[in-house]
């Protein structure tokens, strides 16, 4: 083992398509970085964008957004949705010191197994480039820890 | 497994090498060639204009490509002979762009040194040649220099229609050079230095 | 309160066990995550197995186990077993949570120490998140024994006709005058060449006559509201301008109508109709329309011919569209395709070369009872072609034009071939780029009709011109092609070229979509619930998609895919109720404040704003479960059960390991 | 206002000097404002491709770089030569397309002291400009010599309707921009299927009786039509017909006389321009014939009511435009 740094990486789901391209991985036993944890929403559009921010304040490096294809959502349009709120999201965290590099959003179908992979496996390494979060960049250290956050604080734009 | 080379070797199969031809001919054209999504259909063959005097169609090219038959295909005829009408390009359902593809054919041709007829790269050269002297086109200097070479019988034919040009005001006696030749000079050196280590 | 929660970790044989070291989960498990619950941590084989679910049950019965983690493999595929398993034990089935150390860990990693240290990872946010968990019920709605199915061409007439005879109402909505749709067009269907009329006309009477079939003609759904069981639906009937009350259907009408009009729909543009017309003798219903865009009357205000010769004044020239509101369970979508517009393959000269026919021109022109009587001719009207070129694949299998093959066009092209040498004794060329006669009975028809001697030729057709090189093609039109097989390039002079033109969706397929709630491909056609599985249900509940409009098909594929939908509905019917996931969102009206920002996000329309109480609401039964809402909400009034805040954002402390006790590094 | 960056091409002072001379012509009346991109160089052509990828591009893009400093007021560079721009407009899209053959020219550009950011610039013909800016409105007011009475046929060639990386043109088959343009001058124009058929390009230099057989197709059908004249929109179309239809004609044994010139200069005409004014008289096929027919006077004729559709006929389909609604298509 080396010593570069190993990044810990909060996958987001889509149960009717990123979840199973992640599966279909499993299926197909492609090999991808260990170092992403998946959780399951039922939608990209579920995503609210403070699941990331108390991701990367829980000690995450870096967060991955997978949903439908534009056009393919399953209920209609929501990933749109999910798109916009993810740009939105990216400057919010360079506004916070965070290099937005470390949300990425990507597209993957459930028939996309070797995408989902291959993207998981270039997000490590993007992210490991970056190196460990550091939380606004004049700030101290330990600032951070009182930082907790709860969802629903954003303001919205309606859509 | 050596053996096994042999028996592909005697079977009529190409050599692994080889099988990068479509791959390397794809890196060398300029845009995405498409070229290995050619479905073999014919539109490209149906559509040329002067297929009747190439010695295969260009499908029958895309096809000898992918097996890897090098030398067969930098000897054909055909990329000298299309005329960049891009009717092909513009039906293919594919989407390959065909036209580039045959300027990278013949780039690998004349670096190869693989064609048959020398016309038409001695054509492409002398030009170049001239544009890289004076930075514009010098018709007279080019068709004078080509058909003393190429068609020296044609000359005599051509000389009304050559001194209807020039008596016209139509072909410039002398070139035209462009202000900044240095300047064009240079960049085309680094130019082709690059052209080497791509 | 503390959840009691177990952790059963499966080995499953090596596929887990050999990646992951499930013994070391299970300990850690028990030792790490006691502060949050977990009494009891367990390893076993197979989970899955009867005795692995007998573990479960028998510890949710005797330790009283409140919460339980299986770390096996996807949700997918043994949620509902586990569930199950403890809903037998009288637990609450939606406390019962999978984490996915299989297809996440051990089949994509193959580092044992890594992979065990994912899988606790894994672990750990399962259990944090089914603290978060609530016990959910799964709401059940009555079904509506009434069905809508939309466009009377044959899958639509088949799948009416097969829930009306089990003996459950249908309404058959079509937009055109008759029921009947392209097949009623055709005149030979192909491998067996049966008239179309013949097997098709009886049909179309026993839809127009069946007790238990609502025929709605000449109308379009303009709205549909509610969910599976219980959607209500508007229907637009536009003004036919015939009383159909008094009408008998005897065409005297249509024969002293002075306007004549090109007939674009039924004659496909190779013929005319009348300004008052059924679009063909067989129509069902027999009652004519008043095409109002064009008859005389409407434009110039005089006129009235068809109302001065009526025998039984049925003639209404103040009939107005009427809207109806039907209630039905369930929507069957039969919307069909639109034929590509061959005009914009312009190397092929349609629309430019007078002899240039589309595939349901020559339709119209090979059908006894079509412009010509069934005489195959040039555009003139009297010239029988001695030769005639069929192009395949036009606008299909082209990425500028449409991607997919439009899989009728091979087997039409060799229909159209035999009727041309059946009627004319021409010569025909077929062009193709591969024949795809893959269906029972179809190669045999390729066979036939190479017997019969018709020329086929490999290579997508080049362009058509009129442009000669020689005294040959003079005068006619030359098909320019790359013969592939020969390797030559090959201009045929022919007298006739007939373009098997693709299918594409419904140009307004997008929008007839979003009125139903159920999504379109990219290429355009209406998307299946699952391409294998279940081709004929959508991602909407209640809603079906049967024949073209699901995606380019022939007859026999869309009277079974017709016959199929209804058995699912006819399945829901029986069922009297349907059960709906508890999946979904609802609103805090305490903590609304009105914005109503998340008014506009719900595709399924499940969101109401209540103006009096300056609140908004979900419809429980209209909602999806999306969580779109729930994300926007900035009140935090909106929650989504399954997926709300507190689970997801445990889940992800979890997963972070934040619940560890002793902190570890 | 009208202005643009003209890249006006090698053969616009020498081979096609009748085709400069004619804009110069109509600059003014259309109130059209060409600045010259300051020290221009060769396009490469079709032959500078096929030697090489990095020089050619360079030297193409060499003159977008030029023209880039040029922006202060427009953006858009004018080629009238197909083949200038189509080498503009192609180095402009593959340098976007291959992000690492726009590094790579770039790097070449620098080299020089110069840089272009792809995309940064327009890249159209000139009859496009004419047609869609100017508009064929502005077009027929300023007509004041009708063409009534010639007959021509359009000749779009080759490389002006594709690949046509832009979506600028109506078809990539039959363009009807310059039967429409010609057809505001008030010419007869007639319907030629080999509009975008190829003059053999530089074929006749290489192959020559491939490109007599090329001519000879275009030629023949024009004459079979019954065109006085061809009119095209570009150099090296007009040079191939126009030069080397002799020598075709010796090849076939035929005696062609087809005059070819170019739009702008029956522009000019129909400006009222005199002939010398707009490079009448360097062409090799003379169009003195051809133009007598507008010289004269010719009473205006009434056009023939379409004569009534016999009954049997049958209907033909309306004909596709490339901005027809796609619910129009089949209802």
Same mark, same amino acid.
């Given at each position: 083992?080396?010593?570069?740094?190993?990044?810990?990486?909060?996958?987001?789901?889509?149960?009717?398509?990123? !979840?199973?391209?992640?599966?279909?991985?499993?299926?197909?036993?492609?090999? !991808?970085?260990?170092?992403?944890?998946?959780?399951?929403?039922?939608?990209?559009?579920?995503?609210?964008?403070?699941?990331?921010?108390?991701?990367?304040?829980?000690?995450?490096?870096?967060?991955?957004?997978?949903?439908?294809?534009?056009?393919?959502?399953?209920?209609?349009?929501?990933?749109?949705?999910?798109?916009?709120? !993810?740009?939105?999201?990216?400057?919010?965290?360079?506004?916070?010191?965070?290099?937005?590099?470390?949300?990425?959003?990507?597209?993957?179908?459930?028939?996309?197994?070797?995408?989902?992979?291959?993207?998981?496996?270039?997000?490590?390494?993007?992210?490991?480039?970056?190196?460990?979060?550091?939380?606004?960049?004049?700030?101290?250290?330990?600032?951070?820890?009182?930082?907790?956050?709860?969802?629903?604080?954003?303001?919205?734009?309606?859509? | 497994?050596?053996?096994?080379?042999?028996?592909?070797?005697?079977?009529?199969?190409?050599?692994?090498?080889?099988?990068?031809?479509?791959?390397?001919?794809?890196?060398?054209?300029?845009?995405?060639?498409?070229?290995?999504?050619?479905?073999?259909?014919?539109?490209?063959?149906?559509?040329?204009?002067?297929?009747?005097?190439?010695?295969?169609?260009?499908?029958?090219?895309?096809?000898?490509?992918?097996? *890897?038959?090098?030398?067969?295909?930098?000897?054909?005829?055909?990329?000298?002979?299309?005329?960049?009408?891009?009717?092909?390009?513009?039906?293919?359902?594919?989407?390959?762009?065909?036209?580039?593809?045959?300027?990278?054919?013949? *780039?690998?041709?004349?670096?190869?040194?693989?064609?048959?007829?020398?016309?038409?790269?001695?054509?492409?050269?002398?030009?170049?040649?001239?544009?890289?002297?004076?930075?514009? *086109?010098?018709?007279?200097?080019?068709?004078?220099?080509?058909?003393?070479?190429?068609?020296?019988?044609?000359?005599?034919?051509?000389?009304?229609?050559?001194?209807?040009?020039?008596?016209?005001?139509?072909?410039?006696?002398?070139?035209?050079?462009?202000?900044?030749?240095?300047?064009?000079?240079?960049?085309?050196?680094?130019?082709?230095?690059?052209?080497?280590?791509? | 309160?503390?959840?009691?929660?177990?952790?059963?970790?499966?080995?499953?044989?090596?596929?887990?066990?050999?990646?992951?070291?499930?013994?070391? /989960?299970?300990?850690?498990?028990?030792?790490? $995550?006691?502060?949050?619950?977990?009494?009891?941590?367990?390893?076993?084989?197979?989970?899955?197995?009867?005795?692995?679910?007998?573990?479960?049950?028998?510890?949710?019965?005797?330790?009283?186990?409140?919460?339980?983690?299986?770390?096996?493999?996807?949700?997918?595929?043994?949620?509902?077993?586990?569930?199950?398993?403890?809903?037998?034990?009288? $637990?609450?089935?939606?406390?019962?949570?999978?984490?996915?150390?299989? %297809?996440?860990?051990?089949?994509?990693?193959?580092?044992?120490?890594?992979?065990?240290?994912?899988?606790?990872?894994?672990?750990?946010?399962?259990?944090?998140?089914?603290?978060? +968990?609530?016990?959910?019920?799964?709401?059940? /709605?009555?079904? +509506?024994?009434?069905?809508?199915?939309?466009?009377?061409?044959?899958?639509?007439?088949?799948?009416?006709?097969?829930?009306?005879?089990?003996?459950?109402?249908?309404?058959? /909505?079509?937009?055109?005058?008759?029921?009947?749709?392209?097949?009623?067009?055709?005149?030979?269907? #192909?491998?067996?060449?049966?008239?179309?009329?013949?097997?098709?006309?009886?049909?179309?009477?026993?839809?127009?006559?069946?007790?238990?079939?609502?025929?709605?003609?000449?109308? %379009?759904?303009?709205?549909?509201?509610?969910?599976?069981?219980?959607?209500?639906?508007?229907?637009?009937?536009?003004?036919? #301008?015939?009383?159909?009350?008094?009408?008998?259907?005897?065409?005297?009408?249509?024969?002293?109508?002075?306007?004549?009009?090109?007939?674009?729909?039924?004659?496909?543009?190779?013929?005319?109709?009348?300004?008052?017309?059924?679009?063909?003798?067989?129509?069902?219903?027999?009652?004519?329309?008043?095409?109002?865009?064009?008859?005389?009357?409407?434009?110039?205000?005089?006129?009235?011919?068809?109302?001065?010769?009526?025998?039984?004044?049925?003639?209404?020239?103040?009939?107005?569209?009427?809207?109806?509101?039907?209630?039905?369970?369930?929507? /069957? $979508?039969?919307?069909?395709?639109?034929?590509?517009?061959?005009?914009?393959?312009?190397?092929?000269?349609?629309?430019?070369?007078?002899?240039?026919?589309?595939?349901?021109?020559?339709?119209?022109?090979?059908?006894?009872?079509?412009?010509?009587?069934?005489?195959?001719?040039?555009?003139?009207?009297?010239?029988?072609?001695?030769?005639?070129?069929?192009?395949?694949?036009?606008?299909?299998?082209?990425?500028?034009? +449409? +991607?997919?093959?439009?899989?009728?066009?091979?087997?039409?092209?060799?229909?159209?071939?035999?009727?041309?040498?059946?009627?004319?004794?021409?010569?025909?060329?077929?062009?193709?780029?591969?024949?795809?006669?893959?269906?029972?009975?179809?190669?045999?028809?390729?066979?036939?009709?190479?017997?019969?001697?018709?020329?086929?030729?490999?290579?997508?057709?080049?362009?058509?011109?009129?442009?000669?090189?020689?005294?040959?093609?003079?005068?006619?039109?030359?098909?320019?092609?790359?013969?592939?097989?020969?390797?030559?390039?090959?201009?045929?002079?022919?007298?006739?070229?007939?373009?098997?033109?693709?299918?594409?969706?419904?140009?307004?397929?997008?929008?007839?979509?979003?009125? #139903?709630?159920?999504?379109?491909?990219?290429?355009?056609? #209406?998307?299946?619930?699952?391409?294998?599985?279940?081709?004929?249900?959508?991602?909407?509940?209640?809603?079906?998609?049967?024949?073209?409009?699901?995606?380019?098909?022939?007859?026999?594929?869309?009277?079974?895919?017709?016959?199929?939908?209804?058995?699912?509905?006819?399945?829901?019917?029986?069922?009297?109720?349907?059960?709906? %996931?508890?999946?979904?969102?609802?609103?805090?009206?305490?903590?609304?404040?009105?914005?109503?920002?998340?008014?506009? $996000?719900?595709?399924?329309?499940?969101?109401?704003?209540?103006?009096?109480?300056?609140?908004?609401?979900?419809?429980?039964?209209?909602?999806?479960?999306?969580?779109?809402?729930?994300?926007?909400?900035?009140?935090?009034?909106?929650?989504?059960?399954?997926?709300?805040?507190?689970?997801?954002?445990?889940?992800?402390?979890?997963?972070?390991?934040?619940?560890?006790?002793?902190?570890?590094? | 206002?009208?202005?643009?960056?003209?890249?006006?091409?090698?053969?616009?002072?020498?081979?096609?000097?009748?085709?400069?001379?004619?804009?110069?012509?109509?600059?003014?009346?259309?109130?059209?404002?060409?600045?010259?991109?300051?020290?221009?160089?060769?396009?490469?052509?079709?032959?500078?491709?096929?030697?090489?990828?990095?020089?050619?591009?360079?030297?193409?893009?060499?003159?977008?770089?030029?023209?880039?400093?040029?922006?202060?007021?427009?953006?858009?560079?004018?080629?009238?030569?197909?083949?200038?721009?189509?080498?503009?407009?192609?180095?402009?899209?593959?340098?976007?397309?291959?992000?690492?053959?726009?590094?790579?020219?770039?790097?070449?550009?620098?080299?020089?002291?110069?840089?272009?950011?792809?995309?940064?610039?327009?890249?159209?013909?000139?009859?496009?400009?004419?047609?869609?800016?100017?508009?064929?409105?502005?077009?027929?007011?300023?007509?004041?010599?009708?063409?009534?009475?010639?007959?021509?046929?359009?000749?779009?060639?080759?490389?002006?309707?594709?690949?046509?990386?832009?979506?600028?043109?109506?078809?990539?088959?039959?363009?009807?921009?310059?039967?429409?343009?010609?057809?505001?001058?008030?010419?007869?124009?007639?319907?030629?299927?080999?509009?975008?058929?190829?003059?053999?390009?530089?074929?006749?230099?290489?192959?020559?009786?491939?490109?007599?057989?090329?001519?000879?197709?275009?030629?023949?059908?024009?004459?079979?039509?019954?065109?006085?004249?061809?009119?095209?929109?570009?150099?090296?179309?007009?040079?191939?017909?126009?030069?080397?239809?002799?020598?075709?004609?010796?090849?076939?044994?035929?005696?062609?006389?087809?005059?070819?010139?170019?739009?702008?200069?029956?522009?000019?005409?129909?400006?009222?321009?005199?002939?010398?004014?707009?490079?009448?008289?360097?062409?090799?096929?003379?169009?003195?014939?051809?133009?007598?027919?507008?010289?004269?006077?010719?009473?205006?004729?009434?056009?023939?009511?379409?004569?009534?559709?016999?009954?049997?006929?049958?209907?033909?389909?309306?004909?596709?435009?490339?901005?027809?609604?796609?619910?129009?298509?089949?209802?």
């Amino acid at each position: 083992m080396t010593d570069q740094f190993e990044p810990t990486i909060i996958g987001f789901t889509c149960n009717w398509c990123s !979840y199973r391209a992640s599966d279909l991985a499993g299926t197909a036993r492609m090999k !991808y970085a260990p170092n992403v944890r998946l959780i399951r929403l039922m939608c990209s559009g579920r995503l609210d964008p403070t699941f990331v921010l108390r991701a990367l304040s829980d000690g995450a490096d870096g967060v991955m957004i997978t949903g439908c294809h534009p056009g393919e959502c399953h209920y209609i349009e929501q990933n749109y949705k999910a798109l916009r709120r !993810y740009l939105l999201l990216k400057r919010v965290l360079a506004g916070m010191g965070i290099e937005p590099e470390r949300v990425k959003l990507v597209w993957a179908s459930a028939a996309e197994g070797a995408k989902f992979a291959a993207e998981t496996t270039a997000f490590v390494e993007e992210v490991r480039k970056l190196g460990p979060l550091s939380w606004g960049k004049d700030e101290s250290q330990d600032k951070h820890s009182s930082f907790i956050i709860q969802p629903s604080s954003e303001k919205e734009v309606p859509a | 497994m050596p053996h096994m080379t042999d028996e592909r070797v005697r079977a009529g199969m190409t050599r692994e090498e080889d099988l990068s031809l479509l791959n390397e001919v794809s890196m060398k054209t300029a845009g995405v060639s498409h070229l290995e999504m050619c479905i073999q259909c014919g539109t490209c063959g149906g559509s040329c204009p002067v297929a009747a005097d190439m010695d295969h169609t260009p499908r029958m090219l895309f096809a000898m490509l992918r097996a *890897g038959m090098r030398e067969e295909v930098l000897r054909s005829n055909t990329p000298w002979l299309c005329v960049s009408c891009y009717h092909c390009v513009v039906r293919c359902p594919q989407e390959v762009h065909i036209a580039d593809v045959m300027y990278t054919l013949k *780039g690998m041709a004349i670096h190869a040194k693989l064609y048959t007829d020398s016309t038409a790269p001695h054509f492409s050269q002398t030009f170049v040649g001239m544009v890289e002297t004076f930075g514009r *086109g010098y018709e007279l200097g080019l068709a004078t220099r080509h058909y003393l070479r190429h068609f020296p019988l044609r000359l005599p034919g051509m000389m009304p229609m050559g001194l209807g040009m020039i008596s016209k005001g139509r072909m410039a006696i002398t070139p035209k050079r462009i202000k900044h030749m240095d300047q064009l000079t240079k960049i085309l050196d680094r130019a082709k230095e690059l052209e080497l280590t791509s | 309160m503390t959840e009691r929660v177990g952790v059963y970790v499966c080995h499953c044989g090596s596929n887990i066990a050999g990646t992951v070291d499930v013994v070391d /989960v299970a300990n850690w498990a028990a030792e790490k $995550l006691g502060r949050q619950g977990v009494i009891i941590a367990r390893e076993y084989k197979f989970m899955c197995s009867s005795l692995g679910q007998e573990l479960i049950e028998k510890d949710i019965k005797e330790l009283g186990l409140t919460r339980v983690v299986v770390a096996a493999c996807s949700p997918h595929l043994h949620e509902k077993t586990f569930r199950t398993a403890a809903k037998n034990a009288g $637990l609450n089935p939606y406390l019962v949570e999978l984490a996915s150390i299989r %297809e996440q860990v051990s089949w994509v990693h193959s580092d044992k120490a890594v992979a065990t240290a994912k899988a606790k990872a894994v672990v750990s946010g399962a259990v944090s998140r089914v603290i978060e +968990n609530r016990p959910l019920e799964e709401i059940k /709605v009555p079904i +509506n024994p009434n069905t809508l199915v939309v466009g009377g061409g044959i899958a639509g007439i088949q799948s009416a006709l097969e829930i009306a005879n089990a003996g459950f109402h249908v309404y058959l /909505v079509e937009r055109e005058p008759s029921i009947g749709g392209h097949m009623a067009q055709f005149d030979k269907t #192909f491998p067996t060449l049966d008239c179309s009329a013949c097997i098709l006309t009886p049909r179309m009477v026993e839809a127009g006559t069946h007790p238990n079939i609502t025929l709605l003609t000449w109308s %379009e759904v303009t709205n549909v509201a509610g969910y599976v069981g219980n959607f209500h639906v508007t229907i637009k009937k536009k003004a036919r #301008f015939i009383n159909e009350e008094l009408c008998t259907g005897c065409g005297i009408c249509q024969e002293k109508c002075p306007k004549k009009v090109i007939d674009d729909v039924y004659e496909a543009g190779l013929g005319y109709r009348k300004a008052v017309y059924t679009p063909f003798a067989q129509a069902v219903p027999n009652f004519p329309v008043m095409d109002k865009e064009n008859c005389t009357y409407f434009i110039k205000g005089t006129c009235k011919a068809c109302e001065k010769f009526c025998p039984t004044g049925a003639i209404d020239f103040n009939q107005q569209d009427e809207m109806l509101h039907i209630d039905v369970g369930n929507i /069957v $979508l039969a919307t069909g395709y639109d034929l590509f517009d061959a005009r914009r393959v312009s190397n092929y000269g349609y629309g430019r070369l007078p002899n240039v026919f589309t595939s349901l021109e020559f339709e119209r022109l090979s059908n006894a009872a079509g412009p010509t009587a069934g005489n195959i001719v040039l555009r003139d009207g009297k010239t029988v072609p001695k030769n005639v070129g069929i192009i395949h694949c036009v606008g299909s299998r082209d990425k500028n034009f +449409n +991607n997919y093959c439009s899989v009728i066009c091979c087997m039409q092209g060799l229909k159209f071939a035999h009727l041309v040498h059946e009627r004319t004794g021409a010569t025909v060329y077929n062009f193709y780029i591969d024949m795809r006669t893959a269906y029972k009975a179809y190669d045999e028809f390729y066979q036939r009709v190479l017997e019969e001697g018709t020329l086929f030729v490999r290579g997508k057709v080049a362009e058509v011109t009129d442009a000669a090189r020689n005294e040959r093609e003079k005068g006619r039109l030359i098909i320019q092609v790359e013969d592939t097989l020969a390797g030559k390039q090959r201009r045929i002079p022919v007298d006739m070229v007939i373009l098997s033109s693709g299918l594409q969706p419904r140009a307004d397929a997008k929008e007839v979509g979003k009125l #139903f709630g159920i999504s379109c491909s990219m290429d355009g056609w #209406f998307t299946e619930k699952h391409p294998k599985l279940d081709p004929v249900a959508t991602m909407t509940e209640g809603i079906y998609i049967v024949g073209c409009a699901q995606g380019p098909k022939d007859i026999p594929s869309s009277v079974a895919q017709g016959a199929a939908a209804s058995a699912r509905v006819l399945d829901k019917i029986l069922q009297k109720e349907v059960a709906l %996931e508890p999946i979904k969102a609802s609103v805090d009206s305490a903590l609304c404040s009105g914005c109503r920002i998340c008014n506009g $996000l719900c595709p399924f329309n499940a969101i109401t704003f209540i103006e009096d109480d300056k609140v908004t609401e979900i419809n429980p039964a209209l909602c999806q479960g999306c969580g779109t809402c729930v994300a926007a909400c900035p009140a935090g009034a909106i929650s989504g059960t399954g997926f709300s805040n507190e689970q997801i954002i445990a889940q992800i402390d979890g997963l972070m390991m934040k619940n560890l006790e002793p902190v570890e590094a | 206002m009208n202005k643009y960056l003209l890249y006006p091409g090698c053969s616009m002072d020498s081979s096609a000097k009748a085709y400069m001379e004619s804009l110069n012509s109509i600059v003014e009346p259309l109130d059209l404002h060409l600045e010259e991109i300051e020290d221009w160089n060769c396009c490469g052509a079709t032959e500078y491709l096929g030697i090489n990828l990095i020089p050619a591009y360079s030297l193409i893009a060499r003159n977008l770089a030029l023209a880039a400093k040029q922006t202060d007021s427009t953006r858009t560079v004018v080629a009238p030569c197909s083949a200038c721009y189509l080498n503009l407009a192609k180095a402009d899209y593959y340098m976007q397309e291959r992000p690492t053959l726009g590094a790579k020219v770039n790097e070449a550009l620098a080299a020089g002291g110069l840089e272009y950011k792809a995309g940064m610039l327009d890249v159209r013909h000139l009859i496009d400009v004419l047609v869609y800016d100017v508009g064929l409105d502005a077009i027929r007011k300023a007509v004041t010599h009708p063409l009534s009475g010639l007959k021509v046929v359009p000749y779009m060639g080759c490389m002006l309707p594709r690949p046509d990386y832009q979506h600028r043109w109506s078809d990539h088959e039959h363009p009807t921009e310059l039967d429409d343009l010609l057809r505001a001058l008030g010419a007869d124009v007639i319907d030629y299927p080999l509009t975008t058929s190829c003059c053999g390009g530089h074929m006749t230099q290489i192959g020559p009786e491939t490109a007599f057989e090329l001519i000879h197709r275009l030629v023949s059908d024009a004459d079979e039509r019954g065109a006085q004249m061809m009119v095209t929109v570009c150099p090296m179309c007009q040079m191939n017909i126009d030069a080397y239809q002799n020598e075709m004609n010796h090849f076939f044994g035929t005696d062609f006389h087809m005059p070819i010139l170019f739009f702008t200069q029956l522009m000019g005409l129909a400006f009222g321009k005199e002939p010398g004014e707009v490079g009448i008289g360097v062409e090799l096929v003379s169009s003195r014939n051809a133009l007598a027919h507008i010289g004269v006077e010719v009473p205006v004729t009434q056009e023939p009511a379409a004569p009534r559709k016999k009954d049997e006929g049958l209907p033909m389909p309306r004909r596709w435009t490339k901005h027809e609604g796609k619910k129009e298509a089949v209802k």
